[in-house]
């Protein structure tokens, strides 16, 4: 008898080993590790993914059989099995909330199959298709003989299996037309077409270019090639129509193919590296530490075609796709159609369509953010994570994962080289290559020997004893400056930890959230304030709740403000704006990106959004208005943020032939993150950040681990934690700080209370079995509505 080791979707710690089913007879040996399928569990039925078949099961009673399949294919493979396994441990979090992470959306919620099949297939087995190309497998109620026939030619890729989403249910077909002459016929058709029939000749040619593709209609009508002339060419016998099932294509826009650089000598030398890795099939880690502009995208451009050269795959991970739209154009335009995308604002029906390229293996390149880690590659030759110090790596839900531990998890499983680049590596990476735990490889020139921008820094403190302006003098007059000399600037408004709020200036009120803690944000679209925490929403008040004053406004400056501004002391200048509000829409991140691009515009304004990774010749004046907002943000890693954020800003400047100039306006001169900002120093960054967290015992120096527990009622919360805390106390060693519990900077949120416990730790051999038992306590009581979440290498102590 074959028995499948199911992983139930129940997510509890009972429940976090898989359950042992018997298969039924007629599907033995037709079900894989990987698939879903349905089975009894106690009064109900659930979901549940097959992670193993054996032959025996511990369980002593009579086994249940499984009750139905949900896939007719793994959606899993084998890899990303051992993954979730391996991280349900590291992460504290359930191994079926890691599958589900790993599945694109759309096929976590509803879905429908189809069977599709071509003409012979749908010929041979009449009692699947009844004749026709396509059915629908859950409206049929297929016996149980003819699913294990399903099953058969599913593996054998005789069917293919295809996820409807509820909300897609229009079947994506499209007309597409696929040549039908021979390479001769068409050479004769060329040159037989009168010189005057542009778009007949073009659609020749492109048959000639490419004899087997089927070319849509709307692809063919965009080139000029229309109805009457495909009505031609279907007279003639040039082309067959067919339906094709059209891909909802993530790309806005066809981009030009680009052919690899010739590299400079420190490209060169980490590229051959990074190349004999791939060769030699080791699972070093490299971190590209390159100044901005030194060229490390070309760098990963070209290992990555080296990876495809010997027949693997590449995967390239980028903070944010829709904050780097220019990266992704380079990508394509060197890998074309191999590449899969994979990010946050596409639809579940496009995350689908990509994801099935990757899983069919006709994709073989993927970009994309965070969640494209559980991409389902096979034969991974390369693994690159761009910016690898960004923040967004760390997914901060269940399961909290950081993707670089992910990444150097799959490479070890592909025998694959991890690639992390950054121009100011996280202080835990740079720490691993100076132990030479990591291979660490320079780009310390800018490409070509450009120039560094020069950067100056405005004490604001002494600006605003004569100028109320948002900008200084000095940027004032650069600005002015730029704007004859018709070249580009970018302005950033620094908005982590910032937020514009409103107060009354007579009594100092403002307006708090009535379920959290935490002061109203201002929508000057919606004209409400809104809580950001739990979605609270009220309209702005004319008057002051408390004192009656009509003096409440505003406080802080927020981008829209800040345009404002600009176009009144700047009447002529063309001004673009990028922030959460602009961009909101589809495409309209890249819209303005492009219409900067092709200097449409003089100035730039925005979010740190516009930071990161855009590359504009034209722009050689960068302002940041105000760099102390992450300064004074309550956390450790404050000063590495602001370093990073000033760097990478500064980079958008001067990064062709013209030398770039930089403002940086603050109130805090001297900060030792602004001035060595200032020079790019990340190396004396790094030294002087290393001391000051050693003193602290901050990571890298020790790991930690962030406990946070939740119920309605603070005394429950508080008394609980510290029961937590004690035991925590009692099972780890001396040499582990247990600090707190500490109610949360924000300590209310939704009328729950939130307390934390953080553990700082080098050695703790019993740390991980004292966890599960706490988790495994708690959760096995769920007493009185209290919540605790393990947090393991938070990115934040707040
Ligand atoms: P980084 O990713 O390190 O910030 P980029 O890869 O964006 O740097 O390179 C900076 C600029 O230099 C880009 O405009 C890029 O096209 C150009 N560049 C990089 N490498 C080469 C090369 N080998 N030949 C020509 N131009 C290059
Ligand atoms: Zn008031
Ligand atoms: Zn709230």
């Not at 990571?699 to 119920?711: E, F, L």
Request: overall charge positive; proline content about 5%; glycine content about 6%.
């Amino acid at each position: 008898m074959q028995i499948a080791e199911v992983i139930v979707d129940i997510p509890t710690r009972q429940t976090n080993n898989p359950y042992s089913y018997s298969i039924p007879e007629n599907l033995s040996d037709q079900i894989q590790p990987g698939m879903r399928v349905q089975v009894p569990f106690g009064p109900r039925k659930v979901t549940g993914f097959v992670v193993g078949i054996t032959d025996h099961s511990e369980f002593n009673g009579q086994l249940k059989n499984l009750s139905s399949l949900v896939d007719l294919s793994p959606v899993v493979t084998p890899e990303l099995l051992a993954l979730s396994h391996w991280m349900a441990a590291r992460t504290f979090s359930f191994e079926i909330n890691c599958l589900q992470t790993m599945l694109p959306g759309g096929m976590r919620t509803k879905f429908r199959k189809k069977l599709l099949a071509n003409d012979s297939v749908r010929d041979a087995y009449p009692q699947i298709f009844h004749g026709e190309n396509e059915v629908d497998y859950d409206r049929q109620h297929f016996d149980s003989r003819t699913i294990a026939l399903i099953l058969k030619l599913r593996r054998a890729d005789k069917i293919q299996v295809h996820y409807e989403l509820a909300h897609h249910s229009k079947p994506l077909l499209m007309k597409a037309y696929t040549n039908q002459l021979s390479a001769k016929a068409l050479q004769a058709a060329i040159s037989g077409v009168s010189k005057r029939a542009i778009a007949q000749r073009r659609l020749l040619l492109m048959l000639h270019e490419q004899p087997t593709r089927a070319f849509l209609r709307t692809e063919l009508a965009q080139v000029g090639v229309g109805r009457s002339v495909i009505k031609t060419a279907l007279e003639k016998g040039w082309v067959k129509q067919t339906n094709v099932r059209r891909n909802r294509n993530p790309f806005f826009q066809p981009v030009k193919k680009s052919l690899p650089l010739d590299l400079n000598d420190d490209q060169r030398v980490a590229v051959k590296t990074i190349d004999q890795a791939i060769e030699q099939q080791t699972d070093t880690t490299f971190l590209v530490e390159g100044v901005t502009g030194s060229g490390k995208t070309e760098v990963y451009l070209q290992a990555m075609a080296h990876a495809l050269k010997i027949g693997k795959t590449a995967l390239m991970l980028v903070p944010e796709i829709t904050l780097t739209p220019q990266i992704v154009g380079r990508i394509r335009s060197r890998f074309g159609d191999q590449v899969a995308m994979l990010h946050s604002a596409m639809s579940n029906g496009e995350r689908y369509d990509e994801w099935q390229r990757i899983s069919s293996g006709q994709a073989k390149v993927v970009v994309g953010v965070r969640s494209a880690i559980f991409a389902p590659l096979k034969n991974i030759g390369l693994i690159i994570m761009d910016e690898e110090h960004d923040g967004s790596y760390k997914q901060t839900d269940d399961p909290r994962y950081q993707t670089r531990d992910v990444a150097k998890w799959r490479a070890a499983y592909n025998h694959c080289p991890v690639v992390l680049g950054s121009a100011t590596p996280s202080l835990e990476s740079r720490a691993r290559a100076m132990k030479g735990v990591y291979h660490l490889i320079t780009l310390p020139h800018r490409f070509n020997n450009h120039a560094l921008p020069h950067v100056t820094v405005v004490d604001m403190k002494r600006e605003i004893a004569h100028n109320h302006s948002i900008l200084s003098k000095e940027l004032a007059t650069l600005i002015a400056d730029r704007l004859v000399k018709k070249e580009q600037i970018i302005l950033m408004l620094n908005r982590r930890g910032y937020s514009s709020f409103i107060m009354c200036r007579d009594c100092g009120y403002v307006p708090q959230c009535p379920n959290c803690d935490i002061s109203l944000t201002m929508h000057k679209d919606t004209q409400t304030l809104n809580c950001h925490y739990c979605g609270h929403r009220e309209p702005i008040p004319t008057v002051c709740p408390k004192c009656h004053s009509k003096r409440i406004r505003h406080y802080g400056v927020g981008s829209q403000q800040l345009e404002e501004q600009v176009k009144e002391q700047f009447p002529n200048a063309r001004v673009l704006r990028m922030d959460v509000d602009t961009t909101r829409k589809k495409g309209s991140h890249e819209a303005i990106i492009n219409q900067f691009g092709a200097h449409k515009a003089d100035i730039l304004l925005g979010t740190q959004m516009i930071a990161k990774g855009l590359d504009f010749p034209d722009v050689t004046l960068v302002g940041v208005l105000n760099a102390d907002s992450s300064l004074q943000f309550p956390d450790f890693r404050s000063s590495e943020r602001t370093f990073e954020l000033l760097t990478q800003v500064s980079g958008r400047s001067g990064r062709a032939d013209k030398t770039g100039e930089v403002i940086v306006q603050t109130f805090n001169p001297d900060h030792y993150a602004i001035q060595l900002a200032k020079t790019q120093d990340y190396e004396k960054f790094y030294q002087t950040e290393m001391r000051v967290r050693h003193l602290g015992k901050y990571p890298p120096y020790y790991y930690t681990i962030k406990i946070t527990g939740n119920s309605p009622s603070e005394k429950q919360t508080a008394y609980e934690m510290h029961q937590i805390a004690k035991y925590l106390r009692n099972h780890l060693t001396d040499a582990a700080i247990v600090l707190g519990p500490t109610p949360k900077t924000i300590k209310r949120i939704d009328n729950r209370y939130y307390y934390q416990i953080i553990i700082k730790y080098r050695k703790e051999p019993a740390l991980t079995q004292s966890l599960d038992t706490i988790l495994t306590n708690y959760q096995s009581k769920q007493r009185h509505d209290f919540y605790i979440a393990i947090d393991n290498e938070p990115l934040d102590f707040m």
